[in-house]
């Protein structure tokens, strides 16, 4: 991540955390439509479970600030995200800014015969509680994991079937 342009005052949160997701799929569809679709802030909330995602600075492009609060039962998480890199349709770059979720994360699409997609999904987190974070982090990958990678998996299957 570059320490100039939108990520400027974003402090630590722009640099990698210890806790690192990667999720990949495969979607059929062309790297354009796939890409256009991940930028449709709002409509993540249709493969993010329990999440609501908006956009509330600027225009979902550069410098804005997107907002998903992910809520279960009573339990929610309020994730906000910098937009700080957007590459079309290749790539799009993000930093957590809040005060629990934190670290810079990206998306790439890269383009594959066939009129297919492969998107990669990258997050680096700052662990919260200290040490019992760091600790605690090999429990938590492999259900962080699944998570990032079934999300990713619905991702493809709206955009295949045009609802995305």
């Known amino acids: 991540m570059s320490a100039t342009g939108p990520v400027d005052g974003l402090g ?9 997701v990667t999720a990949t799929v495969i979607v059929n569809a062309p790297a354009a ?14 493969w993010i479970p329990f999440t609501k ?3 509330v600075e600027g225009d979902g492009g ?11 039962g009573p339990a929610s998480l309020r994730d906000e995200l910098r937009v700080v890199k957007v590459n079309p349709p290749f790539e799009v770059r993000v930093v957590h800014c809040g005060k629990i979720l934190r670290g ?5 699409c890269t383009a594959m015969s066939g009129d297919r997609t492969q998107v990669v ?9 200290g040490p019992v974070g760091k600790v605690a982090w090999p429990v938590l990958w492999p259900g962080s994991k699944l998570s990032f990678t079934g999300a990713l998996r619905k991702f493809g299957r709206l955009v295949e079937q045009g609802r995305l």
């Open 12 to 20: 630590d949160a722009a640099r990698p955390g210890t806790g690192e």
């Open 33 to 46: 439509k796939v890409f256009d679709a991940f930028l449709n802030w709002e409509g993540q909330s249709q």
């Open 53 to 55: 995602v908006r956009v």
């Open 62 to 72: 550069e410098g804005s600030l997107v907002e998903a609060i992910t809520a279960l």
């Open 104 to 108: 810079p994360g990206s998306v790439r």
């Open 121 to 129: 999904l990258h997050e680096w987190f700052h662990l919260p509680a």
